[in-house]
């Protein structure tokens, strides 16, 4: 591979002639329990496994406060060597992240190189890149992930002896300051490629919004079924694996809602817990989609081990992107799995729907629900919050679209576009005028001949849907 791109990743990707023996370390730090530290080392398992490599064995402890050199305490360390050699490991893997210092002092006393999540992260998204930007914004997160890694003497030439997952992220160099100089003129260039792309793709958005048809993005953890969910509705052809990160670069199809009315849907990388931040400003471009959309369908995969928990980490990463503001319509899958927890989820997720993406059970009603959630984005009606209720705040949040918010002596004035449902649910706290304009059209609908739109829009604003840009 002699493209910049090859060279980046040609010494990063996994040895494939043989599938690398790998320790998992977890330490648990003030916050968080042994149970989330175990949830986090079954997951690093599974990226491990999809890198191509196999885990022989874990250690986990307890520590109020990171070791500076080690990351662990000095004795965990020689436990740490002992059972390396034990197992004949190859590579170590800390789930939590090391700070370049204490990934060298590692690698020099166990004799084998460590690494973690973040590059585990980072290897499988280089193995996964089809398109030109995917490739781009990959390449982008590995060089600013290796240049505080490059280092000179003993420990590179340990890395490059060998050749093991670590070595991929900055081992091996000796021309310290060449290598440094070099790896920041790529960053540039990366760079300015990327905002080129984006400047095309801006241009390209701007033609789709004179079209007027809404934009919905699929987002979700990863393996939550996002390709599959695509796939089910259009013929897109998604390649839809029992992987992590199968999907990186973003797919779009035209889809006809029930009514007739068609959108555009976009199946788009998949997140995961604690993605590392370099991964998302890399990958600005990609997630773009999540940003400028009018709706987000929150794919969630019933049948993972804490689908609750997947769904604040997908909203930790949307709030990182700003799209936390563009409204979210949850939709349970795997339902064919997990038939009982999809039920008590849809209780405790109001206006959420449970499909399987497999089976087709329930996608009916939920194209239905999606597209009464659509049409009201047309509805915008105003409602008054004590202060004290943020819970009510947060949820017509994350129910609707804020238009606009003014602080009031008793509490928030929210002007949102809400759905039929959440304003039924959140009926208490509209404005009075609001209300009385949502009769006086309620029965003006009932009056007329289309009954399908028992929305509330007594002013359509079809073009509110489209970006405003
Ligand atoms: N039983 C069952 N399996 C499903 C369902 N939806 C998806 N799957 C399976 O879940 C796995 C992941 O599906 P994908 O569609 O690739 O998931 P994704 O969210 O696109 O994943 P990434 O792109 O890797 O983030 C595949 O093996 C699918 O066959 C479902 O409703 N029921
Ligand atoms: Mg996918």
């Excluded at 002639?17 to 398992?45: N, Q, Y």
């Excluded at 060449?178 to 990327?194: C, F, G, H, S, V």
């Excluded at 899958?333 to 039920?343: G, H, T, W």
Aim: proline share 3%; glycine share 8%; aromatic share 4%.
């Amino acid at each position: 591979m002699s493209n910049p791109y090859g060279e980046a990743l040609g010494s990063t990707l996994i040895d494939r002639t043989f599938r690398e023996k790998i320790v998992l370390v977890g330490v648990t730090l003030p916050g968080s329990t042994d149970d989330d530290t175990e949830a986090g080392l079954d997951e690093l398992e599974l990226l491990v496994d999809t890198a191509g490599a196999d885990v022989v064995a874990r250690m986990t402890q307890r520590r109020t406060a990171p070791d500076h050199t080690w990351f662990i305490g000095q004795g965990k360390a020689q436990e740490l060597k002992t059972l390396c050699l034990a197992v004949d490991a190859d590579t170590v893997v800390f789930d939590n992240e090391l700070h370049p210092a204490q990934q060298f002092q590692l690698e020099k006393l166990l004799g084998r190189t460590a690494i973690d999540r973040t590059a585990v992260i980072l290897d499988i998204f280089g193995q996964n890149a089809r398109t030109p930007e995917g490739k781009a914004q990959v390449e982008l997160a590995l060089m600013r992930y290796r240049l505080p890694r490059l280092r000179r003497g003993k420990g590179a030439k340990l890395s490059q002896q060998r050749g093991g997952v670590g070595a991929r992220f900055g081992g091996g160099e000796t021309k310290l300051e060449t290598d440094r100089r070099q790896i920041n003129r790529r960053i540039r260039a990366l760079e300015t490629e990327l905002r080129q792309l984006a400047e095309t793709r801006s241009l390209q958005r701007k033609r789709r919004d004179r079209s007027g048809l809404a934009e919905v993005t699929i987002v979700g953890y990863t393996n939550a079924g996002k390709s599959t969910f695509l796939n089910r509705l259009t013929d897109a052809g998604v390649l839809a694996q029992d992987r992590l990160f199968a999907t990186l670069d973003p797919t779009t199809r035209r889809l006809s809602l029930p009514g007739g009315e068609p959108v555009l849907l976009t199946d788009t990388v998949g997140f995961v817990r604690r993605l590392p931040h370099g991964l998302i400003e890399a990958f600005k471009g990609t997630l773009e989609t999540a940003v400028t959309a009018d709706l987000l369908v929150h794919v969630v995969d019933s049948s993972a081990p804490d689908p609750e928990g997947q769904i604040t980490a997908v909203r930790e990463v949307l709030s990182e992107i700003s799209a936390d503001d563009v409204p979210e319509f949850i939709v349970f899958n795997k339902a064919d799995l997990a038939e009982d927890v999809a039920n008590d989820l849809l209780r405790d997720y109001p206006g959420s729907v449970a499909v399987s993406a497999v089976t087709g059970d329930g996608i009916d009603h939920m194209l239905a629900t999606l597209g009464d959630r659509l049409r009201s984005l047309d509805t915008v009606v105003e409602l008054t919050i004590p202060w004290e209720r943020g819970d009510v705040i947060a949820s017509v949040h994350r129910e609707g679209q804020v238009v606009s918010t003014a602080e009031g002596e008793h509490g928030m004035t929210i002007r949102a576009r809400l759905s039929e449902a959440s304003t039924g649910r959140l009926e208490e706290w509209l404005v009075e005028q609001t209300r009385s304009e949502l009769s006086t059209s309620r029965n003006s609908v009932d009056d007329g001949s289309n009954g399908q739109d028992g929305d509330v829009s007594s002013a359509s604003q079809r073009d509110g849907i489209s970006n405003d840009d």
